[in-house]
Antibody
Framework: EVQLEESGGGLIQPGGSLRLSCVVS????????LSWVRQAPGKGLEWVSA???????EYKHSVRGRFTVSRDRSKNTVYLQMNNLRPEDTAVYYC??????????????WGQGTLVTVSS | QSVLTQPSSVSGAPGQRVTISCTGS?????????VQWYQQFPGTAPKLLVH???NRPSGVPDRFSGSKSGSSASLAITGLQAGDEADYYC???????????FGGGTKLTVL
């Protein structure tokens, strides 16, 4: 059974850093594409970043240079390092397993999410 | 402002059929990138409802169906049930933004 479980969220001051973790089971992070998708309170979904099976990464423009996605194959875990956090980064962050191909990119499995609140 | 445009809300009576539209542009849906639909209940994670424009994952009732034409897509729900009341999001890829894009979401109310 495919499962994703996020952790690491919390309250952080503007300019601070936080690292989110996503432990997966039922598949290997090294063989799959995984993304982070966030949802601000009362708002819609927003793709943030992705790490591909080959190890390359992509980011939404507004987080590029501040966020870094990585993975640990031995722990079957994906991370999102978030630096220089801003109030507008406040959201529930979901970890997803992606299906990617020619003209195709979607999220077939989701974690339960972890809440990040950036506030002084 | 979302890249994909959805109505903020739709409603229908039990048993009726409703449709939710998703309008994009030539750099996403119109560029022939596939469209997906997700269903989200309050306080829970989104769930994949339709992928690759028209396909349903195992376990999703055939009351839910997707379609696409040009730069727009639609989700149709037939035989509306109280348990369908949720938020629905469309999603695709944009080759100018070089990333995944979502619609702003549509709240479905069952009257």
């Amino acid at each position: 059974e495919v499962q994703l479980e996020e952790s690491g969220g919390g309250l952080i001051q503007p300019g601070g850093s936080l690292r989110l973790s996503c432990v997966v089971s039922g598949f290997a992070v090294s063989n799959n594409y995984l993304s982070w998708v966030r949802q601000a309170p009362g708002k819609g979904l927003e793709w943030v970043s992705a790490i591909f099976s080959g190890g390359s990464t992509e980011y939404k423009h507004s987080v590029r240079g501040r966020f870094t996605v990585s993975r640990d194959r031995s722990k079957n875990t994906v991370y999102l390092q978030m630096n220089n956090l801003r109030p507008e980064d406040t959201a529930v962050y979901y970890c997803t397993r992606d299906v990617v191909g020619a003209g195709i990119w979607y999220f077939d499995s989701w974690g339960q999410g972890t809440l990040v609140t950036v506030s002084s | 402002q979302s890249v994909l445009t959805q109505p903020s809300s739709v409603s229908g009576a039990p048993g009726q059929r409703v449709t939710i539209s998703c309008t994009g542009s030539g750099s996403n849906i119109g560029a022939d990138f596939d469209v997906q639909w997700y269903q989200q209940f309050p306080g829970t994670a989104p769930k994949l409802l339709v992928h690759n424009d028209i396909n349903r994952p195992s376990g999703v009732p055939d009351r839910f169906s997707g379609s696409k034409s040009g730069s727009s897509a639609s989700l149709a729900i037939t035989g509306l049930q109280a348990g369908d009341e949720a938020d629905y999001y469309c999603q695709s890829y944009d080759n100018i933004l070089s990333g995944v894009v979502f619609g702003g979401g549509t709240k479905l109310t069952v009257l």
